[in-house]
């Protein structure tokens, strides 16, 4: 007996709709939604199961992205994609875990639904765009324009730099090794002068409301955290080192943005519903 074509992709359709969605709860609810509609398809009429399947997850999740913008407009702060746990050998793919890394996704949240779905259909999965074209109900041609644009977008807001996985776990170090000091000038040796911090409590959570520019801000906030409350784990959040923070009271996820051995972005959730994910590893794959 042969297994389901949904359970065999089911990685793959799952990591389409995160990519889309920026949540894992809704790209779970959205292959929910997939799984359903393919119990009752008829098997014998579909040529190509993983094409249709990564076809319909991609219609369900441009529905729940258009509700999700407007859900998003009344969001308390600053709004950042859930994060999850990851192996490390998501890793290896560089183009994977570059894609679902919380710095690229927080730019694909810049983009309108169907420039986001088209970007991550041909940017990350290379689907032809005449299959990207029956995915979101448009023309070739208007697909092409639409992931000209997309593409654009993202390059000029992109972190323009790679590092290795090698240098940025150790720069994670140095950054933990910092925040346990506590001291301002430790802090400032490892951030680049022009660092943002973008933290995401939900309005459930306390976090700053709006991001915070520049090193010397945010290496007095950070160094004003009370750091014996928190246990600090190293982790593998969306195909990169990270920090996972844990107290009594709640926790936090933290993932950076490495630029020339300094942190140019620190991205830290705290909004309790979008710490779920962070226990067992997605699957995440291409």
């Known amino acids: 007996m042969t297994e389901d074509p949904f359970v065999v992709h089911r990685g793959l359709l799952f990591t389409v709709a995160y990519e889309m969605l920026g949540s894992a709860a809704d790209a779970e609810d959205v292959l929910q939604e997939t799984w359903l509609r393919w119990a009752g398809v008829d098997r014998s009429q579909v040529r190509d199961p993983r094409a249709y399947l990564v076809r319909a997850v991609t219609r369900q999740a441009l529905n729940r ?6 859900r998003r407009e009344e969001y308390v702060g600053e709004w950042l994609p859930e994060p999850v746990l990851t192996h490390p050998d998501v890793a290896d793919d560089v183009e994977l875990a570059e894609s679902v890394s919380i710095a690229m996704l927080t730019v694909l949240e810049t983009l309108g639904p169907v420039e986001r779905v088209v970007f991550v259909l041909r940017e ?9 074209a029956e995915a979101v109900g448009k023309s070739p041609a208007a697909v092409r324009q639409v992931a000209r644009r997309a593409r654009d977008h993202v390059a000029a807001r992109q972190p323009r730099i790679r590092v290795s996985r090698s240098e940025h776990k150790a720069v994670v170090g140095r950054f933990v090794a910092a925040l346990q000091t506590g001291r301002v000038q430790d802090l400032l040796e490892i951030m680049a002068p ?3 911090l973008i933290a995401d409590g939900g309005g459930i959570s306390a976090a ?3 991001p915070v520019h520049g090193a010397e801000l945010v290496a007095r906030l950070l160094a004003g955290t009370d750091r014996a409350a928190f246990e600090t784990t190293a982790v ?4 990169a080192p990270a920090i996972r923070l844990s107290s009594d009271s709640g926790g936090a996820a933290v993932s950076l943005v490495v630029e020339n051995g300094r942190i140019s972005r620190i991205y830290a959730t705290s909004n309790p519903q979008k710490l779920t994910r962070l226990d067992e590893p997605a699957d995440l794959t291409r």
């Open 124 to 132: 990350v999965f290379d689907m032809p765009y005449d299959e990207v």
């Open 194 to 196: 022009d660092v943002v």
């Open 236 to 239: 593998c959040l969306n195909g």
């Open 65 to 70: 992205l258009r509700a999700l913008s407007r």
């Open 208 to 210: 700053a409301p709006a």
